[in-house]
């Protein structure tokens, strides 16, 4: 940043205020030189961590999938059973109104 007008240059190689052209010491330059490697760094880290959270959360979805689809299936095999109970229960009441009708 320059210390005269306070402009912040964008560059590694900036020697001077790109403003008024004040010519910047080496520390001035280091110091922006730090803060743009600072800012990719942090740009990288964040993309990292975003990708990781979307797998992540890829990851999740597809085994809520798997969950769901086993729960889909103890659904059909309960719902199947219910069906089986009830017409179990029709046959054995009709077998002994037969029972009792049949017999003189
Ligand atoms: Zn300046």
Not at 17 to 39: A, H, I, W
Not at 41 to 49: M, T
Request: charged share 35%; with cysteine; glycine share 4%.
């Amino acid at each position: 940043m320059c210390s005269k007008c306070k402009t912040i240059a964008i560059g590694n190689d900036a020697t001077k205020c790109p403003n008024c052209g004040e010519p910047f010491s080496d520390y001035q330059t280091m110091k922006v030189d730090l803060k743009l490697r600072e800012l990719e760094l942090k740009k990288q880290d964040s993309g990292e961590s975003f990708k990781e959270i979307e797998k992540r959360l890829e990851f999740t979805a597809s085994e809520m999938g798997k969950i769901q689809k086993k729960i889909d299936n103890i659904d059909n095999i309960l719902e199947n059973q219910k069906n089986l109970k009830s017409r179990h229960d029709i046959l054995e009441r009709e077998l002994n109104r037969l029972k009792h009708t049949a017999l003189p």
